[in-house]
């Protein structure tokens, strides 16, 4: 090639890797909105930048075997603006369209492999509570039908019990308040 068609090749490969670039950047705005915490951001900025620059580097090797021109930039700052004056708005609008309908089958694959646990966990509810409720018709007519004589019983075993324990307590008590015994005479 003439030096000529080489610099205009260089020039539009350029333009077209800002035109590239730019749609990434367009694509890391869409993404941010997804997922708005600090780390992300500083994540995302991190490889967008090493993305834009890998490329960028790319191009130029491929092009003209990595020499740094001026029209270079020039061909990467016209891509650029060109980009964001004209396309910009139709690939911002193409890429929140893909996030929204990946969302969309990623929300709606959730929901069909949960929608079985979750009805399993509503029907074991209504199981339970449906057995309470019968359980407690049942405790209701037991207690009212032998809750006093359950009762007075308890009283009686309670009040044994107590007696028990006080009577130990206080055998123990004297034991260990009891003085020791005089140690044997030397004589």
Excluded at 20 to 31: H, M, N
């Amino acid at each position: 090639m003439t030096p000529l068609a080489q610099q205009i090749y260089d020039f539009l490969l350029s333009s077209v890797g800002g035109v590239i670039i730019g749609a990434g950047f367009d694509l890391y705005r869409t993404l941010i909105r997804v997922g708005y915490r600090r780390w992300w951001v500083a994540l995302a900025d991190v490889i967008i930048w090493l993305m834009g620059a890998l490329l960028f580097f790319l191009l130029l090797f491929w092009g003209n075997w990595g020499e740094i021109r001026a029209y270079v930039f020039l061909g990467l700052a016209t891509g650029l603006l060109l980009y964001f004056r004209y396309l910009s708005g139709e690939v911002r609008a193409f890429w929140e369209g893909m996030l929204e309908l990946i969302l969309h089958i990623l929300r709606t694959l959730f929901y069909v492999l949960t929608f079985p646990f979750i009805y399993l966990y509503q029907l074991l509810v209504r199981v339970v509570r449906y057995l309470l409720k019968k359980s407690h018709a049942f405790w209701q007519w037991y207690l009212r039908r032998w809750g006093r004589p359950i009762g007075s019983m308890a009283k009686k075993i309670r009040g044994r019990w107590r007696n028990f324990w006080r009577t130990c307590r206080q055998k123990l008590g004297r034991w260990r308040r009891r003085p020791p015994a005089d140690p044997p005479s030397m004589g």
